[in-house]
């Protein structure tokens, strides 16, 4: 057995590289948990106070740009930096850039997501390219796929039990603090990186060019520059194409960035210009499972906030009273008003908070307890606004809710029970010889994803027009489907292009993946912004199912073409 295995057979270094993307998507996803909520959280409840529209904007610019810049990333990586210094560089950014999210300040805001989206596109196209490149030897390559399975799992550890701190940290401590949570679990992750280095610092090589490669200088010559000329020539288009300023901005800045893509194809020949061609289509087809999936953070968990019903049963409630992890709404006097008189009366709480003094600790203290009496008394009111009125309880009675960002656990929780199984029937059809290809994967999760939409639109059904509130049980089931169709799709489209990419510019090529996503999800915020303006909501999830669908029935459609690509490179 050779010195890089474990005894179950995977070498060593995925483990380091489980336990770091595990902290480094602790970080990610307890902020994108929250995200949306901290967005349309008021001003004076610490959070930004932002509008529906704005918040769909923000998180979907900031989605598409955070899986942008892999693009650069791996560049560089490839050709200049190497893996390893790249994924502590982008490490520290990330870290630096949570803790900046928890200064309230608008300045600090943008320039925490700049941070992150930055840090991100040298952190993760680079840790997935090391994975694969793990498995590079004749003894392990036919593991790749159950690599891939296994280091996924890791990130759906981290994206698990990153919503439980979210949701201790927000409810005992505010928003601030649980950005700082997500500082804190980055830098961990990179600690468990450089401890893990000796046994990863042989698979990091950089690549030689090769006669008619284009420099390193040039491509980012003329990708990022025409990026930015064409990012700032969107933003200025009058009369939006896209549905605002920054929709425009960034399709229209990716064209220089696809356009590059399509240049790696034609000029390359052979067999390497069959295998990006299959990886290009492949990738074309993938956005638009990535502009369903993370609807999680925006529409799902609106659909959450706003239309499930979150009360907790009594013998959970007592468990999350002791750790002071549960949401409380009551029904008091003041939350019993009629609508008029509801907003008459925080209008008169709000300017007396307004006029409450803060010169001193204590008065500071008292008007932050007032800001926060504030806020509860609207969530109540918000929630109960759509309860069947056997559920709303008496006046100076409470319900103890699960807070809207455990909702996000759900998908990863899926994925951490789900993963062993779906391994295992991998494994058994591999030795009956009937493993389906890593494109029917693909193709197969984008077929299951559409379904999770039909789930949804049961869900909307369940609540008679919007005037009761669903179950949580729509959510878990419609999350269970959809992590049965990521586990086909995503990390077995990691492992599709550490398989099928040209070696030397396998980082690039993992660049272009997350391109993809980047595309996919400005999607789901320009989607997500069409949830506010449907009145019939079933019609929102009509429409992802089409979409979807559309994109199984092209994948399916390549599926004879894709194989056969494969298998002229020797891979399956």
Known sequence: MSETTTQKGHPKGLWFLFGTEMWERFGYYLMLGIFALYMLDGWNNGGMGFDAHTKSDIYGTYLGLVYLTPFIGGLLADRVLGYRRSIIMGGLMMAAGYFLLSIHDI??????????????????PNISTLVGNLYSSDELKHKKDSGYNIFYMGINVGAFVCNFVAAYMRINFGWNFAFIAAGVGMLIGVVIFLSGTKHIKHVDVIKPLQEGDMPTGKILGSTILPMFVFGILGYLIPDNLLGSDTNDAFILGCVPVIAFFIYLWFKSSGLEKRAIAALLAVFSCVILFFAIFHQNGDALTVWAEDYTDREMPESVATVFNKVDMAQTVENNDIV????????????????????????????????????KE????????????????????????????YSTELYQSINPFWVIVLTPVLVGIWTALRKKGK?????????????????????????VYATNDLTMKAGSWWLLASYGVITLGELCLSPMGL??????????????????????????????????????????????????????????????????????VMKENNVF
């Open 107 to 124: 300045t600090t805001f943008f320039a925490g997501l700049g941070l992150i989206i930055l840090g991100n596109g040298f952190f993760k």
């Open 336 to 371: 019993a008003l009629d609508e008029p008189a509801f907003k008459a009366k925080i209008e008169e709480l709000r300017a007396a908070n307004n006029a409450m003094p803060e010169a001193t600790e204590t008065e500071m203290a008292a008007k932050k307890a007032s800001a």
């Open 374 to 401: 504030i806020a509860k008394l609207e969530s109540s009111r918000k929630y109960f606004s759509n309860l069947a009125a056997e559920k709303v309880p008496a006046k100076g009675k409470d319900l103890k809710l």
């Open 435 to 459: 493993e389906p290809s890593t494109p029917t994967k693909i193709a197969l999760g984008l077929l299951i994803t559409a379904l999770s939409a039909l789930v949804m639109v049961g869900a």
């Open 495 to 564: 492992s599709l292009v550490s398989k099928l990419s040209p070696p030397r510019i396998t980082a690039l090529m993992m660049g272009g993946f997350f391109l993809a996503i980047s595309v996919g999800n400005k999607l789901a915020g320009m989607l997500s912004s069409l949830w506010e303006d449907m009145e019939q909501k079933e019609n929102f999830f009509f429409l992802n199912f089409a979409l979807v669908l559309v994109a199984a029935l092209l994948l399916f459609l390549m599926l004879k073409w894709l194989n056969r």
